[in-house]
Structure formats: C-alpha cells, structure tokens
C-alpha cells in the first residue's frame, strides 16, 4: 500500500504525431524517474491530460507505466493513476479500471459542471472506497473546482473513506501560512500525508510537507530529487540547481501548463507531439525561452 510521502512525479502522457499515446515515450521517462529516486510517480492527472483520453488509452497508458515501474534491475516505483471524471460513475469505472490493473494507489480531483458542496465531494470519495479497496490521494484544485477542502472536510474523509493523503496548492493566492501544519493537526492519527503541489512555490521555499507532487520532477528529476533530500534533511541545496529549477518555473509559469511541459520535454530530448486539443502547442517565442533556460542547466547533480 502506497504512502503518498517523498517526492512524486506526474508526467505527461507523450504523444505520437497522430496523437496517440507513445507507450516506450512514457516508459523512457518512467524510466528516468526512477532511476533518480523519485519516491512515485501518478499517471493521467492534469499533466497527463487524463481526462482527454478514451478508456482503451487509459488502460493501456496505466499498464504502459505499471510495466515500467517494476523494470528488472530498476527501483521498484509506485505507480498511482488519477481517475478524475465529470461524474461518480465515469470515476469508478476509472477506479475499478485501475485497480484491475494493479495500480498502487488513486488520485481524485472531484469536479463536476457545476461546484460541488462538501457532502457531495464525501459522496464521490465514499462511491470510490465502496468499490474498490485502494489508498486515495485528494487532488484538491480549489482555484478550478471552486471548492477547497477544509481540514474538518479532510478529516471526515480520512474518518469514512480511503482517503490516506492530500495535494494541496502551495501557490494558491492568499493561502494561510502554516497551511500543511493545520491539515495535519486535523488528521493527527489517521495517517495522512500531506502533500503541496506548484512548482514556483515548492522551488522557492514553501513550508516543509510529507510529499511533493510535481509535474516537472517527471521531465528533470535529478533535479528536483537534490532539492528534495537537501530539503528533508534541513540543509542548503545546491544554489545552482535551485536557480536553474527557479528559471524553469518561471518561464513555464508564463506558458499554458500542459502544453508548456510537452514543449519542454521535446527540447529534453522526449519525443511527444503537443497535446490534444482545445490545449495549444506553445508558440514559438515561448519555446525560444524555454530553449535558453534549458541550454543553461547545469550537469546531473
């Protein structure tokens, strides 16, 4: 059973130039990942495009990913999927599809057309636990659900469902200092990790977490697993790495998210189309920027 704790990367689903899904492109960065010490990695979530793809995509990107986590020779690496859908329905399917494939673990953003009230968001998670028997990570994307959990919220879903962690925003505005500290002390004995996601924030010193979860630590996770262990263990990281990731996040801040990280990975050498639409590829100034601030990285850490 997964722990949702250390570094966890979330990598885009590469994409052939018809668009399909590029299987050995995702196992090549699975791959990577790995072998830099990423503590997990979670397909299809928002910089995977999850919710752009047909249930035989899906099926066949999670088992793609779950091939290449138990690679001989490699560490093994959790493999967790997110299952976001419009409705309770199309997320259990997405659940049971996960859990059929042996995935270790499941990431939920509940959404639907219009925003959801608490017991309504409990009654997504509940629908989830009923079905099947994986730890759940709450993906709370408060700035587009328009609902943002509170710490009695989180702590009735620890309490009924299997809710074992959370992903929070680190860069929300106006986001309460001492953020992580309250969720905790909310959930004290239940075993949840509390995790922060956005990347600008994390880069520039956010408060202390139980995990990070990053879309960008799946394109250079040498990278940001040197800041991670430096983090964890309370001292300076490399002042080289942290301006370079500092660049990076700066320039993709700028960008349409999922698109800007295709065009980062192609200039990274993974081969991937852009996504599929209504995303749009990035224009060509915004991949000149990107070209500069990836001709400064510095050597593997």
Known sequence: MTSFRGLLAYPITPLTPDGAPDLDALAALMGGAARAGVDGVVVLASSGAGVTFAPDERDAVVRAALAAGS????PRVPVHVAVSGASTREVVARARA???????GLVLAP????????DEVVAVFEAVAAAVDLPVCYYNRSVQTAYDVTPAALAR?????TVTAVKDPASTPARPAGRVATLRAATAGLGVSVGLSGDAAIVGGAEAADAWHTGLAALVPAEYVT???ARAADAAP???????????????????PVSGFHALATLLGVPTAPPRGPSL??????????????ARRPSAP
């Open 238 to 256: 490399d002042a080289q790495v942290v301006d370079w990731l500092r660049a990076l996040t700066d320039v993709l801040a700028s960008l349409r």
């Open 98 to 104: 996960a859990r059929d494939a042996e995935a270790d």
């Open 111 to 118: 959404f639907s057309y219009l925003p959801l009230d608490e």
């Open 71 to 74: 690679t001989p020779g490699a």
């Open 227 to 229: 800041l991670r262990r």
């Open 157 to 161: 879903l620890a309490h009924a469902t």
């Open 281 to 294: 590829p990035v224009p060509p100034d915004g991949v000149a920027r990107l070209r500069e601030v990836v």
